[in-house]
């Protein structure tokens, strides 16, 4: 293997580090930014009942079903969905 | 080593077995394609750690031993030789001699030791699955299961094992797909297994009168299809309880049957105007069950506007409902029935897509409308 070669392996795998950086960095802001809103919910406080509460949450763009509670929700959760339909049934 | 074979014989070993070699850099072992010359037989193994391959052939074996060539350059090289008997000659611990016709090519290899063991199969699971309903169940059900390695159990397809039936779901929370087929076998389980690990068997399991033999525990699931052996490890975590998300029989207020191959054309048609407009939220199509008709539209400012009606058999209530347009289409194309029943919930709650045959009676896709101008 010619120095060349071993340059471009290099090469390969220092992008392929720098491209999961991205990715990770990425990440790390989704969560620090979810992180806040968590807080200041928990500081804060909220003068709605827990219902409403995780209605809201839900409402905001939030997973609330234990598999992902708190992460981002880009489009309906089956599992969020259903705790929302049935607690709602429970209370009324 | 020093072993005869014919190319196509080669070629096959080489590419049921490629997929599973490594693409990451951090073991540069795993790159390779482990071949072993032993008892008259010529094993082909390649694994990446989450799923590893075993491909057994025959082969005129002139000397045993063992050898770990480059998977990709391998395979690429296999491709390409002549329809001939091939040469394969190990020189010293790390150079493979390929000769074909009145040729020759040397091509760099890694050390066979560094290669890791593949674990035995062994577990309380044992039994088979037919092979033509597992590779319709993992087509039909994997559309479902998420690529987000964020969230691991989702990017897996559950087996569920009990009696005589194994049932897959997957699910990436938006939707989820559930099939059932026959299983012939001792124990109870449910394991999570990587939905790569089995499109990979799906789809080497040409043979639809043969039956797959899986062997599983806690950690490790083994399945075997012929000369062929695939293990995969067991993602650790917890599925959520798909069953609390199907909804109840009394709930269902809509059902329609309607053509397949016309729904999905005009899916088609309707995406290429919805389509990726804002990310996430783009591809919405709105559908209006009523009378015997339905009624499918799609309008989004600066891309146009599209209507169509198609004929469909409807009992139950008049229901307009949003819904992703891809996800509708991956439903309906793995479900190859010719007339195919929505039954729904109401407008913003689940509801199901069904084949109409008695080949997908067991089959499920549960998909969420979208909810619009919240």
Same mark, same amino acid.
């Given at each position: 293997?010619?120095?060349?070669? $071993? *340059? =471009?392996?290099?090469?390969?795998? +220092?992008? #392929?580090? !720098?491209?999961? &950086? /991205?990715?990770?960095?990425?990440?790390? @802001? $989704? *969560? =620090?930014?979810?992180?806040?809103? +968590?807080? #200041?919910? !928990?500081?804060? &406080? /909220?003068?709605?009942?827990?219902?409403? @509460?995780?209605?809201?949450?839900?409402?905001?763009?939030?997973?609330?079903?234990?598999?992902?509670?708190?992460?981002?929700?880009?489009?309906?959760?089956?599992?969020?969905?259903?705790?929302?339909?049935?607690?709602?049934?429970?209370?009324? | 080593?020093?072993?005869?074979?014919?190319?196509?014989?080669?070629?096959?070993?080489?590419?049921?077995?490629?997929?599973?070699?490594?693409?990451?850099?951090?073991?540069?072992?795993?790159?390779?394609?482990?071949?072993?010359?032993?008892?008259?037989?010529?094993?082909?193994?390649?694994?990446?750690?989450?799923?590893?391959?075993?491909?057994?052939?025959?082969?005129?074996?002139?000397?045993?031993?063992?050898?770990?060539?480059?998977?990709?350059?391998?395979?690429?090289?296999?491709?390409?030789?002549?329809?001939?008997?091939?040469?394969?000659?190990?020189?010293?611990?790390?150079?493979?001699?390929?000769?074909?016709?009145?040729?020759?090519?040397?091509?760099?290899?890694?050390?066979?030791?560094?290669?890791?063991?593949?674990?035995?199969?062994?577990?309380?699971?044992?039994?088979?699955?037919?092979?033509?309903?597992?590779?319709?169940?993992?087509?039909?059900?994997?559309?479902?299961?998420?690529?987000?390695?964020?969230?691991?159990?989702?990017?897996?397809?559950?087996?569920?094992?009990?009696?005589?039936?194994?049932?897959?779901?997957?699910?990436?929370?938006?939707?989820?797909?559930?099939?059932?087929?026959?299983?012939?076998?001792?124990?109870?389980?449910?394991?999570?297994?990587?939905?790569?690990?089995?499109?990979?068997?799906?789809?080497?399991?040409?043979?639809?009168?043969?039956?797959?033999?899986?062997?599983?525990?806690?950690?490790?699931?083994?399945?075997?299809?012929?000369?062929?052996?695939?293990?995969?490890?067991?993602?650790?975590?917890?599925?959520?309880?798909?069953?609390?998300?199907?909804?109840?029989?009394?709930?269902?207020?809509?059902?329609?049957?309607?053509?397949?191959?016309?729904?999905?054309?005009?899916?088609?048609?309707?995406?290429?105007?919805?389509?990726?407009?804002?990310?996430?939220?783009?591809?919405?199509?709105?559908?209006?069950?009523?009378?015997?008709?339905?009624?499918?539209?799609?309008?989004?400012?600066?891309?146009?506007?599209?209507?169509?009606?198609?004929?469909?058999?409807?009992?139950?209530?008049?229901?307009?409902?949003?819904?992703?347009?891809?996800?509708?289409?991956?439903?309906?194309?793995?479900?190859?029935?010719?007339?195919?029943?929505?039954?729904?919930?109401?407008?913003?709650?689940?509801?199901?897509?069904?084949?109409?045959?008695?080949?997908?009676?067991?089959?499920?896709?549960?998909?969420?409308?979208?909810?619009?101008?919240?």
């Amino acid at each position: 293997m010619t120095l060349k070669d $071993d *340059l =471009e392996q290099w090469r390969k795998k +220092l992008n #392929e580090v !720098l491209e999961e &950086g /991205d990715v990770l960095h990425e990440r790390v @802001a $989704d *969560l =620090e930014k979810e992180n806040v809103l +968590l807080q #200041e919910r !928990l500081v804060n &406080g /909220d003068k709605s009942d827990g219902f409403e @509460a995780v209605t809201k949450i839900y409402d905001d763009g939030y997973h609330i079903c234990p598999a992902n509670f708190g992460r981002v929700r880009d489009e309906e959760c089956l599992f969020c969905l259903n705790f929302l339909l049935h607690k709602g049934k429970k209370d009324v | 080593m020093k072993v005869n074979i014919q190319k196509e014989d080669l070629l096959y070993a080489v590419q049921a077995v490629e997929r599973a070699v490594s693409n990451k850099n951090t073991l540069p072992v795993l790159g390779g394609i482990l071949i072993t010359a032993k008892d008259g037989l010529l094993s082909f193994r390649a694994t990446d750690l989450e799923m590893a391959m075993e491909c057994v052939i025959n082969g005129d074996i002139v000397e045993e031993g063992e050898v770990a060539v480059p998977g990709r350059k391998f395979a690429g090289i296999t491709r390409l030789l002549p329809s001939a008997n091939i040469s394969l000659a190990s020189m010293g611990r790390e150079q493979l001699l390929v000769e074909y016709e009145r040729s020759q090519m040397s091509v760099p290899c890694f050390l066979a030791e560094e290669f890791p063991a593949l674990p035995q199969p062994e577990g309380e699971i044992h039994g088979t699955i037919p092979v033509k309903p597992f590779r319709r169940l993992v087509r039909q059900v994997s559309i479902a299961a998420a690529n987000d390695e964020v969230r691991p159990v989702f990017t897996g397809i559950l087996l569920e094992i009990s009696g005589d039936k194994i049932t897959m779901v997957a699910t990436d929370t938006h939707r989820l797909a559930k099939g059932v087929c026959a299983w012939h076998g001792q124990g109870e389980a449910s394991l999570i297994i990587p939905c790569r690990t089995l499109q990979e068997i799906a789809r080497l399991a040409v043979n639809e009168e043969e039956e797959i033999t899986l062997t599983a525990n806690r950690n490790q699931a083994y399945f075997r299809l012929g000369n062929l052996t695939f293990t995969s490890r067991v993602i650790v975590g917890q599925y959520p309880d798909y069953k609390q998300v199907l909804p109840a029989d009394n709930l269902f207020c809509c059902h329609s049957l309607i053509h397949n191959h016309r729904l999905c054309n005009a899916l088609e048609r309707a995406s290429l105007i919805s389509r990726d407009v804002t990310r996430g939220k783009g591809n919405i199509v709105r559908l209006t069950f009523e009378g015997d008709k339905l009624f499918l539209a799609a309008e989004v400012p600066d891309e146009g506007t599209i209507k169509e009606e198609l004929a469909a058999e409807i009992q139950g209530e008049t229901l307009v409902a949003n819904y992703n347009a891809r996800y509708l289409l991956e439903a309906l194309k793995v479900i190859d029935d010719e007339t195919v029943c929505f039954r729904l919930t109401g407008s913003t709650t689940p509801g199901i897509i069904e084949g109409a045959s008695d080949e997908n009676k067991d089959y499920l896709y549960l998909v969420l409308p979208v909810r619009v101008n919240r």
